[in-house]
Nanobody
């Protein structure tokens, strides 16, 4: 089975930066479209950024210009560099890997356990 483990979260002041990592195992990492989601208290889970198997990227409007998603297939790792953090970014952040087969993106993939990011005002 696919295993995803997030790291790099924590507490940071407004305007600070964090770099999240998602380490994947149990699969051929390069086959998967990947994404970062987050869930803030009292809110629905939302997509933050995605990076596809061809390295194309997309960002939520709230993340554009502040966050950068990347992947290193040789290290089986995806990253999310978060700069200029705001209290509104406080959430549990989740790593997601799709099913890994072209044409099956709608099939549920795999989730990490989530990692807390807290931005103080």
């Amino acid at each position: 089975q696919v295993q995803l483990v997030e790291s790099g979260g924590g507490l940071v002041q407004s305007g600070g930066s964090l770099r999240l990592s998602c380490a994947a195992s149990g699969t051929i990492f390069s086959l998967h479209n990947m994404a970062w989601y987050r869930r803030a208290p009292g809110k629905e889970r939302e997509l933050v950024a995605m990076i596809e198997r061809d390295y194309s990227t997309n960002y939520a409007d709230s993340a554009k210009g502040r966050f950068a998603i990347s992947r290193d297939n040789a290290k089986n790792t995806m990253y999310l560099q978060m700069n200029s953090l705001k209290p509104e970014d406080t959430a549990v952040y989740y790593c997601y890997a799709d099913q890994g087969e072209p044409g099956y993106e709608s099939v549920p993939g795999s989730w990490g356990q989530g990692i807390q990011v807290t931005v103080s005002s």
